[in-house]
């Protein structure tokens, strides 16, 4: 197309079975990569090292193509050991105008799944940098591309770089790119199909600068510790760690919500933006510490472990980075400290305390016996003014009394409360004459069932 751009090794088209896929292992030398000729996201890809293994790779990763895409046709590449994985986000219109908006490091990588992803990239050589950024704006142009779109890149330990791919959409890390440069992709996308042209939007490359750092994390409803088994069931708690600098893009995180094997682990997209990489990544450990996510297990422990760890601050991760550091999968595991308290009193509530007597002597069988002492008619009290006078002078009462009217609750909690001892009605109603004789000078008293009922000593 008149566009060079240096490519990794492959070939041009699917092969035709595993004897021409050895052919060109040999003719390139392995390591090679087996990829699915009709899909991505990390399905039907296998690295095969070694000609032994490359038979039964073939097999698998065409398999596998085959029941992700509905076809098993693969391309092989030469794979390249060890590289960082770099994009670079471009903008295009109508009238022939393409910018970039910077790049991404998305080298950390489980499986050929982005984990995490940076804006913009650490430790790039400015003329590295300039580089990736001007040949993807200059394959834009090449094509007449129009709207957003991201240009990958592999750049290996020696900085030499390979284009890999155009992926004319909007990626699920495009947030770390909104954040270091303040455009709004999805409304510029908007825009441009509505025929307007970048420098109308302010979208001129002079004018989009780096603003510090950006990192997101993908909370995935996956358990590291069964090599990220996908976990399914009720989100049975939901909250999450939010502040200054955090933005969240929600998917299927609430309380309540079903989690099914049918779709994508995904629940919430985390994007920390801070001065520089190390802020930022303190600034998403606090906010992943604040989640508080029950019922299914999350990858939050793992994404802590990876954004602790020097080699992720150094801003030296490669796409080897997690299968070469095993102990990102040294996961503490949550104390669920609330969900447990709140379990033991609803249980406590229902059922009754569980706790042992301190004896093994049975609880002694007895009746209440109420002090004998002689009697007479219960001391008046407002209840008295009640009937005497009726509501209205009962309120008169109230409003000249000088004293602190007070309410006692000890018959309803006696005899409702279902984290008291119970109480029975019959023994409440022997002792009832003497709290009228004790207490005669009460506003009111609650009784059975909370009702209110008025009347000192009554």
Known sequence: IGCWLPV??????????????RDFALSVGFPVILKAAHGGG???????RAPQELEESFSRASSEALAAFGNGDLFVEKFIERP????VQILGDQHGHVVHLHERDCSVQRRHQKVVEIAPAARLQPQLRERLASDAVRLARQVGYENAGTVEFLVDQSGSYYFIEVNSRLQVEHTVTEEITGVDLVHAQLQVAAGRSLPELGLEQDKIRVNGCAIQCRVTTEDPARGFQPDTGRIEVFRSGEG???????????????????????????????????????????????????GVKTNIPFLQNVLAHPQFLGGVADTQFIDENPELFHLRPGQNRAQKLLHYLGHVMVNGPSTPLPVKAKAALMEPTPPVTPMGPPPAGLRAVLQREGPAGFSRALRAHRGLLLTDTTFRDAH?????TRVRTRDLARVAPFVAHSLGG???METWGGGRGLGGGG
């Open 8 to 21: 990794v090794p492959g070939t041009p088209s699917p092969v035709s079975g595993l004897a021409e896929a």
């Open 442 to 444: 009460l506003c009111s």
């Open 244 to 294: 200054m600098g955090i933005r969240l893009d929600g998917a299927s995180a609430f309380q309540g919500a079903l989690i099914s094997p049918h779709y994508d682990s995904l629940l919430v997209k985390v994007v920390a933006h801070g001065p520089d990489q190390p802020a930022a990544a303190a600034k998403m450990r606090r906010a992943l510490a604040e989640f508080r996510i029950r």
């Open 42 to 48: 990390g399905r039907g890809m296998r690295v095969v």
């Open 84 to 87: 960082r994985h770099i994009e």
């Open 416 to 420: 409702q409360s279902l984290l008291a």
